[in-house]
């Protein structure tokens, strides 16, 4: 046999048979990089590994996934509370990862294929009670590891039922790069309907790619749909949410951040209320990088204990500091419908550049200026007003035309003027 056919195959043996536990542990400290960007991302987020059994061809982990104890698990709890109470569930991850380059043992399945990485992995979920008890999650993840560290996850669940409820198909990808932290995902959840309880959701959709800029900030696109949406625990008012659409870009020119966001939905179901529907544009820019991302720093930096006003007075140098850069705030449109009409309403604000070297709120109010108007219908002003005697106050800086009452206001310098009457602030 030719001596270079045998020095290839004593090459191709090392590839497939020694290099799998060198490649293990760069899968391994890959994963560990993709955990400490999420929780960097959502502080939200704690991330444990609880185990990683490192083999030499194929791994075995798993992870906790917990919510700190903030306003942020709040959404999450109202849907949980028919299953799990009034707690937070832990989500944990099992996960098999067969090394590469060639993860020969990763080639089976309905998302093997021997295409070279740092290896293929599967996963299962399933949601852990504080008491112990465990609820499996359907579906499971298929993930990737490229040479480079980038991930790549598919989770996909097909239509069933089991102890949490009923569902229908799933599929969601997830593509992060490393190098680079950007990254990308797209899902649709047909339904998902929790056991014994009217709460659920269908046609929800999302999608949307992000990066980190050079402040340390993401940027990007992201969209969001949904049906319908409905929260029925038991104990409170039940309500619905739907249909909704949301769409937001957030970009970067010149150092400065630019974010434009429109929401259009109806909340249903209100005591009293019945349905109200949201529907706004809103564009927030001209916000100096350098100082939002010391202001970012600064809140990543703190733990929250749910008191505001310690938290304003912890952030309020930095917050001084981005305003005294300038900042845009233009609401182009805040509609807000009842059954009794509709409000509708105008806003934009602009503070211009200052020196910050002694910067107060007064002076940040001496900066600001702004412009506003506002349509009421008469059936809502007049029940306000008969419903409450504050709400009368506002009637007169209103003016009523026909069937509507308006009202356009302008503020510059500390100068107030309503419905073309100049009213002076005493700002000190």
């Not at 799998?20 to 391994?28: K, N, R, T």
């Not at 564009?283 to 010391?294: E, K, R, S």
């Not at 934009?348 to 020196?355: L, Q, S």
Request: hydrophobic residues 45%.
């Amino acid at each position: 046999m030719n001596k270079g056919i045998v020095a290839l195959l004593i090459v191709l043996a090392l590839l497939v048979l020694v290099s799998p536990g060198i490649v293990g542990m760069l899968a391994e400290r890959s994963v560990d990089e993709q955990i400490e960007w999420v929780e960097l991302e959502n502080q939200d987020i704690v991330i444990t590994a609880e185990r990683f059994d490192r083999g030499w061809f194929s791994s075995q982990g798993r992870h906790r996934i917990e919510l700190r104890d903030s306003g942020s698990a709040d959404g999450i709890k109202l849907m949980l509370e028919p299953v799990f109470g009034n707690t937070v569930p832990a989500l944990i991850v099992d996960t098999k990862l067969t090394h590469g380059p060639i993860a020969m043992t990763g080639a089976g399945g309905e998302s093997g294929s021997l295409s070279p990485g740092l290896g293929k992995a599967v996963s299962t979920l399933s949601f852990e009670t504080d008491d112990g008890e465990v609820f499996m999650v359907p579906g499971t993840v298929y993930s990737s590891i490229a040479m480079t560290g980038d991930l790549a996850s598919n989770y996909i669940a097909a239509a069933g039922s089991g102890d949490l409820g009923t569902w229908g198909d799933v599929n969601i990808s997830f593509d992060s790069m490393a190098s680079s932290g950007a990254y990308a995902y797209d899902g649709q959840i047909d339904s998902v309907h929790l056991a014994d309880t009217g709460t659920g959701l269908s046609n929800l959709a999302f999608s949307g790619d992000l990066a980190m800029s050079e402040f340390g900030l993401a940027v990007g696109d992201m969209a969001l749909t949904l049906d319908h949406v409905s929260f029925d625990s038991g104990g409170n008012a039940p309500f619905s949410i739907g249909p909704l659409a949301l769409e937001a870009n957030t970009s970067i020119n010149e150092g400065r951040l630019e974010s434009v966001s429109e929401l259009n939905m109806i909340v249903g179901d209100l005591p009293g209320l019945g349905h109200i529907g949201l529907d706004t544009r809103f564009t927030l820019g001209n916000l100096d990088g350098v100082a939002l991302q010391a202001l970012v720093n600064r809140i990543r930096r703190m733990q929250s204990n749910g008191d505001a006003t310690a938290l304003m007075a912890a952030i309020e140098k930095e917050s001084l500091d981005l305003l005294a850069a300038g900042a845009d705030l233009h609401i182009e449109r805040l509609d807000i419908a009842l059954p009794q009409g509709t409000i509708k309403s105008v806003m934009n604000f602009k503070i211009n550049e200052t020196d910050n070297s002694d910067l107060l709120w007064t002076s940040v109010l001496l900066a600001l200026e702004a412009d506003a108007k506002l349509e009421i219908p008469a059936a809502i002003a007049d029940m306000a007003m008969m419903m409450s005697p504050q709400a009368g106050a506002v009637e007169s800086f209103l003016i009523k035309n026909g069937d509507i009452y308006e009202l356009e206001a302008a503020y510059k310098k500390g100068l107030l003027t309503v419905n073309g009457v100049p009213m002076a602030l005493p700002i000190q």
